[in-house]
């Protein structure tokens, strides 16, 4: 989640340019042991078939990925959003090249303490919990806390952001409508 909301910066600059233009050794993919010698000169990352790519990066707003597909095997799905309903459906829908593991329970802690840490000011945590809350898998990731239920009720009672609110009732409505 703390990735998510940070701001993606550039990071090729200066030095780091210097060295794109040094000798790498790389391994040549479909031979066992071969090797070659390259520059990398700024090129984009290559995605290979096999390889997986998070689905958490298409709910990244200002992240705009440069990586390029191999032989143009795949594209970049449209952004996704945590308040969108469509989203949970084009997430579903992605193929096997999207790892989709967005629910364990190491994300559920991390999002309620993010919304202890930062009050009524925490909107992004809560509309990732009202999306996981919209999948049975995220719905029992986030019951195995103790907490869940009085923090989202706090946040619709006291959030001046009228976004928070809706999202934290949409979470308990979700969560609440099986139990």
């Not at 907490?147 to 989202?152: D, I, M, V």
Request: charge should be neutral.
């Amino acid at each position: 989640m703390d990735d998510l909301q940070k701001r993606t910066y550039e990071s090729l600059r200066s030095m780091w340019w210097m060295l794109e233009f040094a000798p790498v050794k790389r391994v040549v993919y479909g031979t066992r042991d071969s090797h070659a010698f390259g520059l990398h000169r700024g090129a984009p990352r290559v995605i290979l078939p096999g390889q997986k790519i998070h689905a958490s990066v298409l709910f990244k707003g200002n992240y705009r990925a440069k990586a390029k597909f191999w032989k143009d095997f795949d594209v970049w799905p449209e952004l996704l959003y945590w308040n969108d309903p469509a989203s949970q459906q084009r997430l579903s829908k992605l193929g096997q090249l999207w790892e989709k593991d967005i629910f364990d329970e190491s994300t559920v802690p991390s999002l309620l303490r993010d919304i202890q840490l930062h009050g009524v000011e925490c909107f992004d945590a809560v509309d990732r919990l009202a999306f996981m809350a919209s999948f049975e898998q995220g719905r029992a990731a986030i019951k195995e806390s103790d907490s869940w239920e009085s923090q989202l009720n706090q946040l619709v009672r006291y959030s001046d952001d009228p976004k928070v609110r809706v999202s934290a009732t949409v979470a308990l409505s979700e969560l609440l409508s099986e139990t």
